[in-house]
Nanobody
Framework: QVHLVESGGGLVQPGGSLRLSCAAS????????MGWYRQAPGKQRELVAA???????NYADSVRGRFTISRDNAKNTVYLQMNSLKPEDTAVYYC???????????????WGQGIQVTVSS
């Protein structure tokens, strides 16, 4: 079993910053990819930023230059530093991890429970 625990969300004024964290724990042999998605009310879930299995990073055009994804491999943790936040960044943010568990032949895809980020004055 694998668990993802997200933290760091909340309410922030426009122009402010937040840092999200997502820690994966459990029977993890290796992690292929880690990333963040978000879903605003009435909209589809969308990619925010991610490390791919090839080691590159992808960012949504709307956040490039403002958000930075990073990871600590020793802690199986991925971070999302969000600067210059805008009201349109308001959404539930989800951590996503693609990993291989001990004893498994195939990779599994896990999602965090979601964390609210609200940007408002």
């Amino acid at each position: 079993q694998v668990h993802l625990v997200e933290s760091g969300g909340g309410l922030v004024q426009p122009g402010g910053s937040l840092r999200l964290s997502c820690a994966a724990s459990g029977s993890i042999f290796s992690i292929n990819a880690m990333g963040w998605y978000r879903q605003a009310p009435g909209k589809q879930r969308e990619l925010v930023a991610a490390f791919t299995s090839g080691g590159t990073t992808n960012y949504a055009d709307s956040v490039r230059g403002r958000f930075t994804i990073s990871r600590d491999n020793a802690k199986n943790t991925v971070y999302l530093q969000m600067n210059s936040l805008k009201p349109e960044d308001t959404a539930v943010y989800y951590c996503n991890v693609d990993l291989l568990e001990y004893g498994s032949r195939w990779a599994s895809d896990y999602w965090g429970q979601g964390i609210q980020v609200t940007v408002s004055s």
